[in-house]
């Protein structure tokens, strides 16, 4: 009994002991495995490399800076020198001078002599991100702007033009206190408007009429211009929009240095953006009205009166068809999704110019419809092309800015 006692004890303990060698054996093995692992990771990290885009995706990225996010330096500037000048060509280049301020020089050029030359500092992160502060220096030259004569009825064939040369130096601070909703913008200008003869295939304006028949005639005014803007805009983007609105009244002080000139205008406008269908489709509806005021007799020249431009308000009318002391213009839009990029547009306009407020009114109004096509981004729109038809005929137009 002794005998066979001994021998399962040593049984078990040999059996003990090869299960400890083995386990012992086990982990030496997973340490090495381990070790092998992490040696390979080490060498794999020390031979990795950035990952670099093909030629596609850096034509694909570069064409989206421009159109769409604006981190090139150097970027086309489609803005005309003034309404109607024109196709327009130009560019700009611009640099940041802070994490989030920027310098932009630019200027434009048209076939028929318009031009544009400036400078902005814009400043869009002020107040917490909840202001932008905008101070732009320029000069430009428009070489021949129609001008049809005052009020509502004027007719095609009264047609002359007139240039003008303006310096400026402009500063606006827009700021939105709440972070949404609520906007005020002050804006303060220094500028002169030398209005001078026109180029253009009518007849200059001063061969037609006289200072006493025309306000400002020949007028070189030196403005000090300030105003004052509180509204509401609901809009995710002012460049392109398919939901929201804006409704806000602006002040405006014209003092002429020389007190012959000065006045004062109010602006009143609204939008609103009916989006349906989940933003497929978008009804959009536009009110604008100007009012102007004398102060103590002073002159309100015929260049500085409200009137109509053109490709953004009546579009099948020529540019400033419509000039007087008040104006209102209304618009509405049936917008559809052609794709990402791509919309169009079934539009009416109607408008109407007074020398009083009070005849202001919905009879007699200007109107036109047309259909529209727009290239855009997500808060941009880079291309316009519109055809309206009005009853002075067909106007086909070309815009880099979204109407409203």
Same mark, same amino acid.
């Given at each position: 009994?002794?005998?066979?006692?001994?021998?399962?004890?040593?049984?078990?303990?040999?059996?003990?002991?090869?299960?400890?060698?083995?386990?012992?054996?086990?982990?030496?093995?997973?340490?090495?495995? @381990?070790?092998?692992?992490?040696?390979?990771?080490?060498?794999?990290?020390?031979?990795?490399?950035?990952?670099?885009?093909?030629?596609?995706?850096?034509?694909?990225?570069?064409?989206?800076?421009?159109?769409?996010?604006?981190?090139?330096?150097?970027?086309?500037?489609?803005?005309?020198?003034?309404?109607?000048?024109?196709?327009?060509?130009?560019?700009?280049?611009?640099?940041?001078?802070?994490?989030?301020?920027?310098?932009?020089?630019?200027?434009?050029?048209?076939?028929?002599?318009?031009?544009? $030359?400036?400078?902005?500092?814009?400043?869009?992160?002020?107040?917490?991100?909840?202001? @932008?502060?905008?101070?732009?220096?320029?000069?430009?030259?428009?070489?021949?702007?129609?001008?049809?004569?005052?009020?509502?009825?004027?007719?095609?064939?009264?047609?002359?033009?007139?240039?003008? @040369?303006?310096?400026?130096?402009?500063?606006?601070?827009? /700021?939105?206190?709440?972070?949404?909703?609520? /906007?005020?913008?002050?804006?303060?200008?220094?500028?002169?408007?030398?209005?001078?003869?026109?180029?253009?295939?009518?007849?200059?304006?001063?061969?037609?009429? @006289?200072?006493?028949?025309?306000?400002?005639?020949?007028?070189?005014?030196?403005?000090?211009?300030?105003?004052?803007?509180?509204?509401?805009?609901?809009?995710?983007?002012?460049?392109?929009?398919?939901?929201?609105? %804006?409704?806000?009244?602006?002040?405006?002080?014209?003092?002429?240095?020389?007190?012959?000139?000065?006045?004062?205008? /109010?602006?009143?406008?609204?939008?609103?953006?009916?989006?349906?269908?989940?933003?497929?489709?978008?009804?959009?509806?536009?009110?604008?009205?100007?009012?102007?005021?004398?102060?103590?007799?002073?002159?309100?020249?015929?260049?500085?009166?409200?009137?109509?431009?053109?490709?953004?308000? $009546?579009?099948?009318?020529?540019?400033?068809?419509?000039?007087?002391?008040?104006?209102?213009?209304?618009?509405?839009?049936?917008?559809?999704?052609?794709?990402?990029?791509?919309?169009?547009?079934?539009?009416?306009?109607?408008?109407?110019?007074?020398?009083?407020?009070?005849?202001?009114?919905?009879?007699?109004?200007?109107?036109?419809?047309?259909?529209?096509?727009? %290239?855009?981004?997500?808060?941009?729109?880079?291309?316009?092309?519109?055809?309206?038809?009005?009853?002075?005929?067909?106007?086909?137009?070309?815009?880099?800015?979204?109407?409203?």
């Amino acid at each position: 009994m002794k005998r066979s006692a001994a021998i399962l004890v040593f049984a078990i303990v040999s059996q003990a002991g090869a299960a400890y060698a083995q386990d012992a054996a086990s982990m030496q093995d997973a340490a090495s495995r @381990t070790e092998l692992i992490e040696q390979a990771e080490q060498a794999k990290a020390e031979a990795l490399k950035p990952a670099r885009a093909g030629k596609a995706e850096e034509y694909v990225a570069r064409i989206s800076d421009v159109f769409l996010s604006g981190q090139m330096h150097w970027h086309a500037f489609w803005q005309n020198a003034y309404s109607g000048g024109g196709f327009t060509v130009g560019a700009g280049y611009q640099r940041y001078v802070s994490s989030y301020n920027m310098i932009d020089f630019r200027g434009s050029i048209t076939p028929s002599g318009y031009k544009r $030359l400036e400078t902005e500092f814009l400043a869009p992160g002020l107040f917490k991100r909840r202001g @932008t502060l905008s101070v732009i220096g320029g000069w430009r030259e428009a070489t021949a702007v129609n001008f049809f004569g005052l009020g509502q009825n004027t007719q095609q064939q009264s047609l002359t033009n007139y240039g003008f @040369t303006q310096p400026y130096l402009h500063a606006r601070l827009e /700021v939105f206190p709440t972070r949404k909703l609520f /906007v005020v913008r002050g804006n303060f200008e220094l500028s002169q408007w030398n209005q001078g003869s026109g180029s253009g295939s009518s007849p200059s304006v001063e061969t037609v009429y @006289t200072p006493a028949t025309l306000p400002g005639l020949g007028a070189s005014p030196v403005y000090i211009h300030t105003q004052g803007m509180f509204g509401f805009d609901s809009r995710p983007a002012r460049g392109y929009t398919r939901r929201g609105g %804006f409704y806000g009244v602006t002040v405006h002080d014209y003092a002429d240095t020389d007190k012959l000139y000065g006045f004062n205008q /109010v602006d009143y406008e609204a939008i609103q953006h009916f989006p349906i269908l989940r933003e497929a489709w978008v009804l959009a509806f536009h009110a604008f009205a100007q009012t102007t005021y004398d102060k103590g007799g002073q002159t309100i020249p015929f260049f500085m009166m409200p009137s109509f431009s053109g490709g953004s308000d $009546l579009r099948a009318f020529d540019s400033w068809r419509l000039r007087d002391l008040n104006s209102l213009l209304l618009q509405g839009e049936w917008r559809a999704t052609v794709n990402r990029f791509v919309e169009m547009a079934l539009f009416y306009d109607a408008g109407k110019v007074a020398a009083r407020l009070s005849d202001l009114t919905l009879d007699g109004m200007k109107t036109d419809f047309g259909i529209g096509f727009r %290239f855009h981004g997500p808060i941009t729109t880079p291309l316009r092309i519109e055809l309206a038809k009005g009853n002075e005929g067909f106007v086909l137009n070309f815009s880099a800015s979204q109407v409203f």
